[in-house]
């Protein structure tokens, strides 16, 4: 993906949050004798998806905080901008912090930063993408797993439309490793069990251009001649359904999604989406932060990690990878409910008090 750069003063005040810190007051987990004033830069791709702000920044620095009462965290987010991102990396590594959390907006594009912080000992744990290049440690999911979770939820949904069905592949950005193995895991059970009419790649995940991507898929097949739509997270799968709605396609086919939005189980309970993946953000951000803590305080990882997995370059690394889970209407209950994710009354606003009622919600 190539670096798109937006206008001066959102890349200005984009980098300038690099060297914003949030200090971590004193907790009952800091150590006394690990030394002082221990910075930690958490670098996020983008505001398009609405986790990074919402659920993992706040959960990492609280992770952070627990651990280290030492510790001061230095957060910025890249807004998408590979350019932007580059330069954060760079402020933290001038800055001297002693670990970075990288989520990388493209994970090749950043693959020198991540050489010059290792040049400078500076060890970055990629969190929930595989960053290139001598990253320390690895935090995520199984992607494939994900994937595959995605692709047998909508041949189940397409029952008998399953076998013969078309559906519309609407991939997530091609510069994200992730976006790979999401596609990987799907394809694996999509193929050759169903019809892929058309399929996507969606810079930045941008859901207006999945929108777009989904308007011409309509035009090209016909409105009633889509069985399913893959859709490889919520953003995409909102996009998506936003255009067949648009072209007035009556029922809606299902669509996949991933990363349990509020908005989307919304859609969920309407009607409107058949699935999203929920990934519990608490043990994510428990691992990153812990392996975060660990390499600025020049510990090995592996009292973190579980398993190791190999880079694009060969190496191997300490990793966590979580497991996923998938969510429909019959089950919001038993996961996003049951762990606290949202409430009742947030996912049942008035306007889908009978929608709420009918699914056993309320």
């Not at 935090?139 to 979770?149: A, N, Y």
């Not at 309509?218 to 799968?237: E, H, M, P, R």
């Not at 409910?337 to 919600?361: F, N, R």
Request: with cysteine; charged share 20%.
């Amino acid at each position: 993906m190539k670096a798109r750069v937006r206008n001066t003063a959102l890349a200005l005040a984009a980098v300038s949050t690099a060297v914003s810190p949030t200090a971590c007051g004193a907790d009952a987990g800091s150590t006394s004798g690990e030394g002082s004033a221990r910075k930690i830069s958490v670098l996020l791709p983008d505001s398009t998806t609405a986790r990074w702000e919402t659920r993992d920044r706040p959960l990492l620095e609280r992770r952070i905080g627990q651990l280290c009462g030492d510790c001061a965290i230095e957060h910025a987010n890249a807004e998408g901008d590979v350019a932007i991102q580059q330069k954060q990396m760079d402020s933290s590594i001038a800055d001297g912090v002693d670990a970075i959390v990288l989520t990388a907006v493209d994970a090749r594009a950043m693959a020198a930063s991540v050489g010059r912080a290792a040049a400078a000992h500076i060890p970055v744990i990629a969190y929930d993408r595989l960053a290139e290049g001598p990253i320390s440690g690895y935090v995520s999911f199984d992607g494939q797993e994900i994937g595959r979770l995605q692709g047998r939820a909508l041949l189940t949904a397409m029952g008998t439309k399953a076998r013969g069905g078309r559906i519309v592949m609407m991939n997530g950005d091609p510069g994200d490793p992730n976006a790979l193995s999401f596609k990987q895991g799907a394809l694996s059970e999509l193929r050759g069990r169903t019809t892929i009419a058309k399929e996507y790649d969606t810079p930045e995940w941008s859901t207006e251009t999945a929108n777009r991507n989904m308007s011409g898929a309509l035009s090209a097949l016909g409105a009633g001649s889509i069985d399913g739509v893959y859709a490889a997270n919520d953003g995409l799968a909102a996009g998506c359904i936003a255009a067949l709605k648009a072209d007035k396609v009556t029922p809606l086919p299902p669509v996949t999604g991933q990363d349990a939005e509020l908005a989307a189980v919304r859609r969920i309970v309407a009607g409107d989406q058949y699935m999203t993946v929920y990934k519990p953000f608490g043990p994510e951000a428990a691992a990153g932060g812990a392996m975060a803590v660990a390499a600025a305080r020049g510990r090995s990882l592996d009292a973190v990690a579980t398993r190791r997995v190999k880079t694009r370059g060969g190496a191997e690394v300490p990793a966590v990878l979580l497991t996923p889970v998938p969510v429909v209407l019959a089950t919001i209950k038993n996961t996003l409910v049951k762990d606290g994710v949202y409430t009742l009354e947030q996912i049942c606003p008035l306007s889908l008090a009978g929608d709420c009622h009918k699914a056993g919600l309320t």
